[in-house]
């Protein structure tokens, strides 16, 4: 039997044992789960089935066309596109088959504690500290912009568990329930007056090391397959054409003739055009991936992502003239997940100004493109093999 066969056979008998008009959503993802059919490229009992990734898309097609529910990756994008392949890639058995399952449901929201105060594009510099107690890492610390905080249960945590070694080697990765004791959440509001982002204070939070994802010092490295996961999340999700931001602006241009000039046209087209790039880089990188673990390309699909949100929703304040300076909503939310999408120009315009610095700032992509992809001599600095702890701060 051929890959293929084996998904439209699992499919079919999948589709048969839970109807979609009478199965709820977290029963079916469960069962889609069961099936092997969440990641069929993530092994037997994890939720795959040890196929090709690409075949993935040959699921998604054939429960979409029946109707049936997917999950919520606007909820859950740190669980889904960043934690589960690195509880994949260094979790163990217990904590593969503890966190999985839940977190495709979306039973169980995830959250991402890496960035500090003083330690954000330079994500080697967390101060946040792990003291190992017994069984136990005792962690004190303050983490901010942290995305979706205020829905986790979980959260991937990077801490410094030993000081005395240089800043990339003397971290850890841990698994945080962010409903223990000691774990407070902090709103964020932001210039879109939503609070999505949070400051995060950790005080004695008891942690145990069954939850460590990797070795003891090992953070940096898991940390880093993390980040490009994070940016392949963000960067470069399928879309069909016209599925991202330049949907919005070319629907408007089509709506509005009265508010075409020459020089506009000229901007949509070219913009419309990197977008058309974007999206088919983007499928190029999922070709590769599917043959190994994500590389730094994903880095520069990010960037161009942030580039382009931004150009295009200004674009589209200036066809909308006056109309577009509207705003609907002031009231402070703590919304669920994002969406650029189904909300107005002016929140579209505001909230794409964030994308440059989310997931890893524009400045750190571009230097990351020039080093690992383009071979550039790497940025001079004065921190390589000196103890973090007498790193200047």
């Not at 005792?138 to 990077?158: E, Y």
Request: with cysteine; net charge negative; aromatic share 6%.
């Amino acid at each position: 039997m051929t890959g293929i066969d084996e998904i439209e056979t699992r499919v079919a008998k999948l589709l048969a044992e839970h109807d979609p008009a009478t199965t709820g959503t977290v029963d079916f993802l469960r069962a889609r789960f069961d099936a092997g059919l969440a990641w069929v490229h993530f092994p037997v009992g994890l939720g795959g089935l040890g196929l090709a990734r690409e075949l993935q898309n040959q699921v998604n097609t054939l429960l979409a066309a029946a109707g049936a529910p997917d999950t919520d990756g606007g909820r859950n994008p740190i669980g889904l596109g960043m934690a589960a392949p690195t509880i994949l890639a260094y979790g163990t058995d217990e904590q593969k088959q503890r966190y999985l399952r839940p977190l495709f449901t979306c039973e169980e929201i995830w959250c991402q504690l890496f960035s500090e105060p003083g330690a954000g594009s330079d994500l080697a510099g967390v101060a946040t500290r792990a003291v190992r107690d017994g069984d136990d890492w005792v962690v004190n610390g303050q983490k901010v912009w942290t995305s979706g905080a205020q829905n986790a249960r979980f959260a991937i945590l990077l801490a410094r568990s030993d000081p005395d070694a240089v800043k990339h080697a003397g971290m850890s990765y841990f698994v945080c329930d962010m409903t223990d004791p000691g774990v407070e959440v902090r709103p964020l509001r932001q210039i879109t007056g939503e609070a999505e982002f949070n400051e995060v204070f950790l005080t004695d939070v008891r942690v145990p090391d069954a939850n460590r994802l990797g070795a003891v010092g090992q953070g940096w490295e898991v940390a880093n397959a993390t980040l490009m996961s994070e940016r392949v999340a963000i960067g470069g999700n399928a879309s069909p054409r016209e599925g991202g931001m330049i949907g919005p602006v070319s629907r408007t241009w089509r709506a509005h003739p009265e508010l075409r000039d020459p020089e506009l046209h000229v901007r949509l087209l070219k913009l419309w055009v990197d977008a058309e790039v974007a999206r088919l880089t983007g499928a190029r990188l999922r070709q590769k991936l599917a043959a190994g673990r994500p590389g730094p390309e994903g880095s520069a699909l990010k960037l161009t992502f942030a580039r382009l949100a931004q150009q295009l929703s200004g674009l589209e304040l200036e066809l909308l003239g006056e109309d577009g300076l509207r705003y609907s909503d002031w009231t402070l939310r703590r919304p669920e997940k994002v969406d650029m999408i189904g909300r107005d120009a002016g929140y579209r315009y505001l909230r794409a100004k964030g994308n440059s610095i989310e997931g890893g700032t524009s400045e750190v992509l571009r230097n990351i493109v020039g080093e690992r992809v383009l071979g550039l001599p790497p940025e001079p600095r004065g921190d390589k093999g000196i103890p973090w702890k007498d790193l200047p701060r």
